[in-house]
């Protein structure tokens, strides 16, 4: 069983709506969390960190919530250039801090 | 800067035969580790380093071996190919583990084929 759950979509949403991942883990010592996005057949990119406290970049809102092991993704007024497989990813505290990673959910927006 | 670069992109393999997957990043970058994605599976850790000198196994290392004789130089040796290695492998690098606000950046991957 994999330590970090997510619902593997696919999500289809039109152009302009706001689509919510989300995710839970299950070893509690994960400390740090991030958000990847990955494109077909490309390599996985850091969209954004994680926090207890909210952290927004633009369209885009991540949440952890400590007490409930869950982290969301918002993603607001979504573009077509916003299709990918959103990956939710924690930091493996007795693994040298490498990443645990969700199998993905996939989202494609369609016009 | 170049990031994390990993060579070869492709790669097709007999069954037994061994290779050496490379990566190398110039970023100064401690942490490094490797994993490899399959269909349905998402990306599992094989093996990870935390500086030169220093290895561990990850989620799956049966059939890797890794060394990290240097700071920049990551390789993934397979010792003697098998059907089941057949995947996408990403080298990914991080300046400073935990408490890393910047994640981990990856290589493009290689992709490889063992018949």
């Known amino acids: 069983r994999k330590e970090v759950e997510q619902d593997p979509g696919p999500f289809n949403v039109p152009e302009g709506a706001t689509v919510a991942f989300n995710c839970t883990y299950s070893?509690?010592?994960?400390?740090?969390f991030f958000w990847y996005r990955q494109d077909c057949r490309k390599e996985p990119k850091l969209l954004m960190s994680?926090?207890?406290s909210g952290n927004e970049d633009g369209r885009f809102t991540a949440q952890l919530n400590r007490a409930s092991q869950y982290i969301s993704l918002l993603i607001r007024d979504s573009k077509l250039s916003d299709s990918a497989t959103y990956l939710c990813?924690?930091?493996?505290?007795?693994?040298?801090?490498?990443?645990?990673f969700g199998k993905g959910t996939s989202l494609l927006v369609t016009p | 800067n170049a990031g994390v670069t990993q060579t070869p992109k492709f790669q097709v393999l007999k069954t037994g035969q061994s290779m050496t997957l490379q990566c190398a990043q110039d970023?100064?970058?401690?942490?490094m580790s490797w994993y490899r994605q399959d269909p349905g599976m998402g990306l599992r850790l094989i093996h990870y380093?935390?500086?030169?000198?220093?290895?561990d196994q990850g989620e799956v290392p049966n059939g890797y071996n890794v060394s990290r004789s240097t700071t920049e130089d990551f390789p993934l040796r397979l010792l003697s190919a098998a059907p089941s290695q057949t995947s996408v492998y990403f080298c990914?690098?991080?300046?400073?583990?935990?408490?890393?606000?910047?994640?981990?950046?990856f290589g493009s991957g290689t992709r490889l084929t063992v018949v």
């Open positions: 380093s935390v500086g030169a000198g220093i290895t």
């Open positions: 990914a690098s991080s300046g400073s583990g935990q408490y890393s606000n910047y994640g981990y950046t």
């Open positions: 970023m100064n970058h401690e942490y």
């Open positions: 994680v926090y207890s």
């Open positions: 070893n509690s010592a994960s400390q740090s």
């Open positions: 990813v924690g930091v493996l505290s007795n693994s040298g801090y490498a990443l645990n």
